[in-house]
């Protein structure tokens, strides 16, 4: 799509409005591209097209955004109709706006979606492992894993050998899992840039023993399923029953995600400052770290910044004569 869209742009964007442009332009270059540039365009599904406004609007992205990315898609898929290379639009997406209110919900409070403590963790991952066929370990080792490293289902299943180092304890995430046409492919993280995790004490025995079964081979998976293939968020919940077990645990609303926010949560309240958290996180704006704190720590950090901003005020008005 991306050799189509360049060669064509023009044309696709005759008889916008000037003004209208930048915010086109935006959605194709900062998302419509990275997303599903490399694909051909009679590959692009409506799934896959709802699955990458899905994974916008996680990202934080505005409603006005992808409205103005989705016009975009549409008038890429409506001028290929016209050159007599696809025969219906895939761009006509329904459902994203529920979607986007219950990514808000989330947002406003992931907290509340966390588990409690290392114990609810170690319990769920064992009653996955038990419900899945021939019990297989790797499925809870995958669901630690997520929640101690704050990490996506699918950026766990892309850590190889060589993303851990064993002497510092840390976990370079620089690829995730993702369906693509004809099955389940690797790419580059949400962010498009790697980032460094702590890797905790409770999970470098698990981490230990994962890279012991890869045996010295630094390009091999560290986690995958039981036929040693890739990992997704619907590969975990089909093979391990999730929404029954979860049923079963009391956590009827937790999805494979919550792991994340599992993590993200336990960090913020081990006392991880806001912006160190972000680059765990790999978060674009600090506001969505922010939402990870405790209200009270939360009205500390406020006040840490109102009396930066009062001594700014100072100096600038010259009644402090040095800058700190």
Sequence with gaps: MGD????RFPVILTGLETTTHAPYLAGWHLRI????????????????ITAAVFGWIADGCSRSTIKNTLAMLSRIFEQAIVDGILERNPAHITGWQREYQQVED??????????????ALTELADALVAASYKRYRGWGDVVVHSACTATRIGEVSGVRARDVDTDKWLLTCRRQTTPAPGGLVDKHTKGRVARLIPIIEPLRPLIIRRLQATRGDPDARLYTGPRRGRISTAVLRDATHWDDVTRDLGYEHL?????????????ADAGILPHILKEIAGHWLITTTQRYFHPDVLRILEA?????????????DGQITRRW
């Design 106 to 119: 989330e947002l406003r409070d992931p907290r509340s979606l966390a588990l409690r403590d290392w114990g």
């Design 33 to 48: 591209e990275p997303e599903l540039g490399r694909l051909p365009l009679r590959l692009i599904t409506t799934a896959l």
């Design 255 to 267: 999805r494979r995600h919550d792991l994340r926010h599992t993590g993200l949560t336990w960090m």
């Design 304 to 316: 840490g910044r109102a009396l930066t901003h009062h001594l700014e005020k100072l100096q600038r």
């Design 4 to 7: 189509y869209v360049n060669l």
